[in-house]
């Protein structure tokens, strides 16, 4: 079935630094759409990015990523991380069909310290 | 933002005893989905609808809950006798279509089991 996989469990960076958060899936199917959400303390889960088309980059809120079905990864990036950039990321695969479904990472937790 | 509504925020119920939570998706939202967020910050799928009816859901939900979206009521996901592992983060989202589409998520229902 389909899966999506977020190898680290919490990144810790200095602000400023540059941010990559890491998500392969994988899938028999051809028409996934992948998604970032990000889930601060207190707060709801919401949308932070939805996948374009192959190899094109979606931006948001100075985070970007890019759709790369040859090698199935839709990393999340930014260039200059900042304090209030510390949440809970995940990567979450669906697909353009009734399949009722939308597959979630396991999520990374990212901390920005001063 | 969001505009789902979930109550009670939070619940604490002794072993055995039913745990109810509400959700009131996004107007105009046909698909419903229930997860839970563990203690890993994991987001497990539990079950979806569309309209009243159910999309899918996994094993455990089958046996150990009860679920249901009637027309011009909440929705609701009840616990019919708790569990010590029930006790997590209960989240509800709605969308406009049960895949490819973007979620929006309410603030959840943290349940404690005692």
């Known amino acids: 079935g389909d899966s999506v996989t977020q190898k680290e469990g919490l990144v810790t960076l200095t602000e400023g630094l540059p941010v990559m958060l890491n998500c392969t899936y994988q899938t028999i199917y051809s028409n996934a759409f992948l998604f970032w959400y990000v889930h601060y303390l207190n707060e709801s889960p919401r949308l932070l990015l939805k996948?374009?088309?192959?190899?094109k980059r979606t931006e948001h809120q100075g985070f970007h990523a890019t759709l790369h079905k040859s090698s199935s990864s839709f990393h999340l990036q930014k260039s200059s991380a900042q304090l209030s950039d510390s949440a809970l990321y995940y990567c979450a695969l669906s697909r353009s069909s009734n399949t009722n479904k939308v597959v979630f990472g396991t999520g990374t937790r990212l901390q920005v310290l001063p | 933002n969001s505009k789902v509504i979930q109550t009670p925020r939070y619940l604490v119920k002794g072993q055995g005893q039913k745990a109810k939570m509400r959700c009131i998706p996004e107007?105009?939202?046909?698909?419903v989905f229930w997860y839970q967020q563990n203690k890993n910050n994991e987001f497990k799928f539990l079950i979806n609808f569309q309209n009243q009816e159910v999309l899918q859901q996994i094993d455990m939900t089958e046996k150990r809950f009860s679920a249901e979206c009637p027309s011009n009521s909440p929705c609701s996901l009840e616990i019919q006798s708790s569990e010590a592992g029930d006790s997590a983060l209960y989240l509800c989202a709605s969308s406009f279509r049960a895949s490819s589409y973007e979620q929006y998520f309410g603030p959840g229902t943290r349940l404690t089991v005692l």
């Open positions: 996948s374009s088309t192959d190899n």
């Open positions: 107007k105009g939202h046909p698909v």
